[in-house]
């Protein structure tokens, strides 16, 4: 897949048949900067392994390959979940507002999931990343990811996006 600007939260749950298992990460919902303090790393590192696990867990023989967040540090693009966690969440910490996910989104369904990184502050015009080439220095490796990954990306409002989700579908 690549990007859908037309998708919505509702109408992509609605065809997860997603169920009431919906979860929250909180990483920093403050709006300020964040430190980048141990403590925020940890609370950082600790948001995604949960999300990661519980994939794990409710999806173990639905998942090829099982998602490991080490996967994305020797560049495993076939594990799409750490891809996303790390890319969308490292595009936070260095070019949003705020320097941080305000927190993981995880939404549980039947025929798949759906993965959501927000942000606060000033949202980003999603749809250049459909029509223009971003250097590396401004997330232009999320946008490389996103442009080539199987799953379905978008976005809350793709003129000034604050979320960006990842669904994965099992049909």
């Known amino acids: 897949m690549v990007f859908s600007f037309n998708l919505t939260l509702k109408k992509a749950l609605e065809f997860l048949s997603a169920t009431n298992d919906y979860h929250t990460f909180p990483i920093h919902g403050e709006e300020h900067p964040a430190v980048h303090s141990e403590a925020f790393i940890a609370q ?9 696990e519980l994939l794990n867990q409710r999806y173990k023989s639905l998942l090829s390959p099982k998602a490991d967040l080490h996967n994305w540090l020797y560049h495993r693009q076939d594990d799409e979940i750490a891809y996303f966690l790390n890319e969308a969440g490292s595009n936070t910490i260095n070019h949003s507002d705020y320097q ?10 039947e025929r798949g999931f759906i993965i959501g990184v927000e942000q606060k502050g000033q949202g980003f015009a ?3 990343l459909r029509k223009e080439t971003v250097p590396s220095e401004s997330g232009g490796s999320a946008s490389r990811f996103f442009r080539s990954c199987k799953g ?14 990842y669904a994965h ?3």
Do not use: M, N, Q
Request: aromatic share 18%.
């Open 100 to 109: 941080a996910p305000a927190c993981f989104h995880l939404w549980l369904g």
């Open 169 to 171: 579908t099992f049909l």
């Open 152 to 165: 379905i990306i978008f976005f809350d409002d793709p003129e000034s996006a604050r979320i960006v989700y």
């Open 126 to 128: 999603a749809e250049k």
């Open 44 to 52: 950082y590192g600790a948001a995604k392994r949960s999300v990661v």
